[in-house]
């Protein structure tokens, strides 16, 4: 089972910047696709950017040259944020789909980090 672990989100002027970082434990083999999501106050959850496991990155437009999203080991995932707007604030979920230690998948998601930005 993965469990996972945000941090960093918190209160920042707007063109500042945040560090969100998701720390995945427990018993799998790897990490095939991670992704972080958010969902501001009365929206629906959206995609923010995904990587997959050898493969390539994927943001949304309206992140797009602002946010960056990184591996930082096998179980430590990054979202690097410049340049941050009003309308990035929301809560920020990571998402993982992992192979298990028994070679079944696994989907599973993070408590979620606040993100305020202040105008």
């Known amino acids: 089972q993965v469990q996972l672990a945000e941090s960093g989100g918190g209160l920042v002027q707007a063109g500042g910047s945040l560090r969100l970082s998701c720390v995945a434990s427990g018993s799998f083999r790897t990490i095939d696709f991670m992704g972080w999501y958010r969902q501001a106050p009365g929206k629906q959850r959206e995609l923010v950017a995904t990587?997959?496991?050898?493969?390539?990155v994927y943001y949304a437009d309206f992140v797009r040259g602002r946010f960056t999203i990184a591996v930082d080991d096998a179980k430590t995932f990054i979202l690097q944020m410049n340049s941050l707007l009003p309308e990035d604030t929301a809560d920020y979920y990571c998402y993982v789909d992992a192979t298990s230690t028994d070679n079944t998948r696994e989907k599973s998601w993070g408590q979620g980090t606040q993100v305020t930005v202040s105008s």
């Open positions: 990587k997959t496991r050898g493969g390539p």
